[in-house]
């Protein structure tokens, strides 16, 4: 960093208050949009939905999720615009409150059109598209800010906990909101993304304490940011968090599993998952504790280990009253490892084209989130692999991040 970067950036480090204000509007922003999401907010309605009233197979419910989870795999795009185009003058804000209150209309959209084939689909992918555009503003947001206020750990432990926040939240109201139709759910999902616009509206009148000026761009986008991208850390985030990620996840055979064999109800799974969320709440304050008193490098070493028991407690899971007490424990265990992997991204992701570099790092973890289920479930549908057999599938597998851990650059893991 030049003498020019260093004067730009100390007043914002000064700032406390602006930290604060920004930190709470990428809380509520994160929280309200993955909230809004059909994997939370609308994952056991949805599930309901395709259990109860269309009849598909686990299979059939992951590609689902899978083809509607798609653009999350290419959000660069969306990224790309919000580094290189401004919308009304603005590189975060105005991308934000658009987009939000656009994913609330269309969640209005999908309350009445039919709850069945390509419409829904249609519907429910449109809702991702919108969405997609906000927790990418938002992404910029926290690498802006997190960098200019040297707060790219604080921040990115800030987004940890609001997503599990709305974990917490989303599959308890789900599990009340699951039912024939999704007007409910609809309706809840419109107010959270509309409460995001109007608090963006307020608590973020002027970007400028923290967007770096126009004149640190070069020329010739596409190619700058291609030679950025092989220049620096983000291909090593890209390759972890892809290894991680990908590992078979059977949980729709899980879902399957709960209200097939141990007649869980909607609302039982919605507390379920509430348990689980929970204890991923208390695993990120513990994190970030931890995190002050151990080196980064150590803690994303012993992510993986960590993931491997999350994933082997489920083999004790075989009644409700087992349910219940593990649901919480293994998720402590999961958002101890998932936010060392994130946080790793968050480290990856370039100064100068923040939105870019993190989207792209996220995108390819996207797409394995959404494959892995796919690849459980065809495992479970095609060779008849337990729910036992694909939880000792997905534990090996990740013994394969283990052996790319050691080419993880130094400097990356010890930056602060």
């Keep these: 960093m030049n003498a020019k970067d260093a004067a730009r950036l100390a007043v914002p480090q000064r700032n406390p208050p602006a930290v604060r204000r920004v930190a709470l509007l990428i809380g509520l922003g994160i929280y309200a949009t993955a909230l809004s999401g059909p994997l939370r907010l609308g994952g056991i309605p949805l599930q309901s939905l395709f259990r109860d009233q269309l009849g598909l197979t686990t299979t059939q419910v992951s590609a689902f999720f899978l083809v509607v ?36 209309v269309l969640w209005g959209v999908t309350a009445v059109v039919p709850q069945r084939g390509g419409a829904l689909v249609i519907s429910v992918l449109a809702i991702n598209v919108a969405i997609l555009f906000a927790t990418t503003a938002v992404g910029g947001l926290l690498i802006d800010a997190g960098q200019a ?75 700058t940011k291609a030679d950025q991208l092989r220049s620096n850390y983000v291909w090593f985030a890209i390759v972890v968090s892809f290894l991680y990620y990908i590992a078979p996840d059977p949980g729709d055979v899980l879902f399957r599993f709960q209200t097939g064999v141990l007649y869980l109800s909607n609302r039982e799974i919605g507390v379920l998952y509430t348990l689980k969320a929970t204890g ?8 970030t504790q931890i995190a002050k008193r151990v080196r980064f490098r150590v803690l994303l070493f012993a992510a993986i280990p960590v993931k491997i028991i999350a994933s082997l407690l489920y083999l004790a899971y075989c009644s409700k009253a087992s349910a219940f007490a593990l649901d919480g424990i293994i998720g402590f265990f999961e958002i101890l490892s998932v936010a060392a992997v994130q946080e790793l991204a968050a480290r990856a992701a370039s100064p100068r084209y923040a939105a870019f570099s993190f989207a792209f790092i996220l995108g390819m973890s996207n797409l ?44 990356l893991t010890t930056e602060s």
């Excluded at 208390?282 to 994190?287: H, R």
């Excluded at 495992?379 to 993880?408: K, N």
């Design 69 to 104: 989870g798609l653009p999350n795999c290419v959000k660069w795009l969306s990224a790309l615009l919000s580094d290189r185009v401004r919308l009304f003058g603005s590189r975060r804000r105005s991308y934000l409150i658009i987009s939000t209150l656009l994913g609330a």
């Design 368 to 411: 394995a989130l959404r494959l892995a289920p796919l690849v459980a479930s065809s495992l479970h549908d095609s060779f008849g692999l337990s729910l036992r057999q694909l939880l000792v599938v997905q534990a090996v597998s990740m013994l394969v991040v283990l052996l790319v851990l050691p080419f993880v650059p130094k400097a």
């Design 149 to 223: 206020f040297g707060a790219v750990s604080r921040l990115s432990n800030v987004r940890q906990i609001a997503m599990s926040c709305a974990s917490v939240t989303g599959h308890l109201i789900g599990g009340h909101l699951a039912g024939p139709t999704l007007w409910q759910t609809s309706a809840v999902a419109a107010v959270l993304l509309v409460t995001v616009s109007f608090a963006t509206a307020i608590y973020l009148p002027d970007e400028s304490i923290f967007v770096r000026e126009e004149d640190q761009r070069s020329e010739g986008t596409t190619r």
């Design 280 to 287: 991923g709440l208390l695993g990120v304050l513990v994190y």
